[in-house]
């Protein structure tokens, strides 16, 4: 029996759902699990346009954002990974004034669920739905999920990250691209 291929899709991302393996030529196996997730630099330097309706029925306009430097952040539901990872960004939108985090879920669920799931792993930080079939053109479907974008306070992307961040990575990021350093 043939699968569709809309089928395939929630079966793909869920194999994807884990971090990216640094290439073999420059780290050992046993330490790719450790690493943190590869940095895209395709990306890096564009001003992406974003405007999304939040679960709460809220406009986020990325570019409303400016003077903050934000997270972009795509996760689903059934991404061990990707729950984890939303409770440091949880904590770091909490704690931190000058950067904003913004989720979206990349999969195909009602709104409803989605609340019903918010209401059991709740965030500090608004949450989108994306059309995975149309994924926001500045964004595009992730290669993998959790995977995040850090975009500075000019508006432009400064690091593009597949697989799991920490707070304090992105604090560190933030650090080396001229932000304020975590004392």
Request: include cysteine; aromatic fraction near 6%; charged fraction near 20%.
């Amino acid at each position: 029996m043939r699968m569709a291929p809309l089928r395939l899709a929630p079966l793909l991302l869920l194999a994807a759902c884990s971090r990216s393996p640094e290439p073999a030529a420059t780290a050992a196996p046993q330490a790719a699990a450790t690493q943190a997730p590869a940095a895209v630099e395709a990306d890096v330097g564009a001003r992406p346009a974003l405007r999304v309706t939040t679960l709460d029925g809220a406009v986020y306009d990325l570019a409303a954002q400016r003077g903050k430097w934000v997270v972009v952040n795509y996760w689903a539901t059934w991404c061990g990974p990707c729950l984890k990872e939303m409770l440091e960004l949880s904590a770091l939108a909490a704690m931190r004034p000058h950067i904003a985090v913004l989720g979206l879920v990349y999969e195909d669920t009602s709104e409803d669920e989605l609340r019903a799931f918010l209401r059991q792993h709740p965030v500090a930080y608004p949450v989108a739905r994306v059309d995975i079939y149309a994924p926001p053109p500045a964004f595009g479907a992730p290669r993998g999920l959790p995977a995040s974008w850090l975009i500075g306070p000019d508006g432009r992307v400064v690091r593009k990250y597949v697989g799991p961040v920490t707070a304090r990575m992105l604090e560190d990021d933030i650090a080396a691209a001229g932000g304020p350093k975590v004392g």
